[in-house]
């Protein structure tokens, strides 16, 4: 073989290997064009965004987003002529105190304002200092003496309080006829906040510590399919429902326990149907097979929450006859939840700033989410712990 036929074979050789490179090279690139046009493209976004939580209950709800605005107090008749009362169940937090000879109560609506609520009844001196935490909510109640008015009017003009009593805000109050005076006057909150709120008011600062909760608002997933070739291009979404977990309280189980404001005694009961603490009030209209503290559809009071702080109780400025609420200062308390009591003591140093709760091992006493109520016997007041057979007792009773 000459050295030319083996240049031409040997070039040949190199010719058909070029080509059979160049046409896997084609074949290998033309498949993974097209892989790369026809395989989806996926990416994942998972987001977990907590729900707004309600400053006066720790309740995650996204109406809590909402509009801003003032929190309403009512004073509230709390005599066996004014039960069963309308809007118990809506206010955020209670607040019993003593009168003479009986309690009144004091409403803090801010989550729900309820429509209608009362009967309102009259301010007390003891009033300014108990709301002086709610940054300026909306004050409603009606009838006072002059020593009275006059310290609402003092308050009102401090940024203390926004006075929407009858006499300020009369359009939003009415008179009941199922009912005899002083135990017929109702409110519309709506319509208090509507005329007495002032312009651009943010929403009150939280009062209680409550257990941590984690609450999520939804998990999304989201997925996309493009190609260079179709132009066309798919998402979907995936929503996951909202989770939520809570922490363990400390404190000693208790069915329930029983207090004596001295000359009122109420009961309250752990209910597991409720997760909350059954109230009942035995006075002259309500023996005890009758109860049960309902609201006028017929739902037993069963907050998250009791908060039972002994204070002391001076003499009005303005009535010597009218006992008054020491609410700044210090003292003992027990504070009921989830099924537990936790003893401690309270601790209030200005009017302006809330109660600080503090457990007998020196950490801080957490609230369960929700509504709450404060009751404020004198110190000396009797409470004892009721056993099981007659806490289960108490809850069959239907009123």
């Known amino acids: 073989m000459t050295r030319k036929k083996l240049a031409l074979i040997i070039g040949g050789a190199v010719a ?39 400053p006066l209950t720790g309740v995650a709800n996204a109406k809590a987003s909402g509009p801003a605005h003032p ?14 009362q309308t809007g118990l169940n809506e206010a955020d937090v209670v607040y019993e105190l003593l009168v003479e000879g009986i309690t009144r109560y004091a409403l803090v609506f801010h989550s729900n304002l309820a429509d209608p609520v009362g009967p309102v009844r009259s301010a007390r001196s003891s009033d300014i200092d108990l709301v002086a935490d709610l940054s300026t909510p909306l004050f409603v109640w009606s009838g006072a003496n002059d020593g009275v008015i006059g310290e609402v009017n003092a308050a009102a003009r401090k940024g203390i309080l926004t006075d929407a009593s009858y006499n300020a805000t009369a359009p939003a ?4 006829n199922d009912r005899e005076a002083p135990h017929n006057l ?36 989201t ?27 400390p404190g000693a189980l208790t069915p329930g326990f029983t207090l004596d404001f001295g000359g009122v005694v109420v009961d309250y009961v752990w209910n597991p149907a409720t997760k909350g603490w059954s109230r009942l009030q035995v006075d002259g209209s309500h023996p005890r097979a009758k109860s049960p503290t309902l609201d006028t559809a017929g739902v037993q009071v069963s907050p998250a929450n009791v908060i039972v702080q002994f204070i002391d109780y001076g003499q009005s400025p303005s009535d010597s006859r009218s006992p008054m609420a020491i609410t700044v200062g210090s003292g003992k308390v027990l504070i009921f939840t989830d099924g537990r009591v936790i003893a401690g003591t309270w601790s209030r140093p200005t009017a302006d700033k809330p109660a600080v709760y503090t457990a007998n091992d020196g950490t801080p006493i957490l609230l369960t989410p929700g509504r709450t109520w404060v009751e404020l016997p004198r110190i000396g007041s009797g409470l004892s712990v009721i056993d099981q057979a007659t806490a289960d007792a108490y809850l069959a009773i239907k009123g």
Do not use: C
């Not at 080509?19 to 976004?45: I, Q």
């Not at 906040?193 to 909760?213: C, D, H, M, S, T």
């Open 16 to 54: 058909a290997l070029l080509v059979v490179g160049g046409a896997v090279f084609v074949l290998t690139r033309s498949d993974s064009t097209k892989a790369a046009e026809s395989e989806p493209t996926t990416s994942t976004t998972s987001t977990t965004a907590p729900l707004p939580v309600w």
């Open 71 to 84: 929190a309403i107090v009512v004073k509230m008749d709390n005599s066996a002529d004014a039960r069963p």
């Open 173 to 176: 109050y009415y008179r009941s």
């Open 186 to 221: 109702y409110a519309h909150l709506p319509q208090v906040l509507q005329l007495k709120a002032p312009e651009k008011q943010g929403n009150p600062a939280p009062i209680f510590n409550f257990r941590k909760v984690v609450t999520a608002v939804a998990t999304t997933t």
């Open 223 to 249: 997925s996309s399919s493009s190609s260079t070739t179709s132009k066309k291009s798919v998402s979907t979404t995936t929503t996951i429902a909202p989770t939520t977990t809570t922490t363990t309280l």
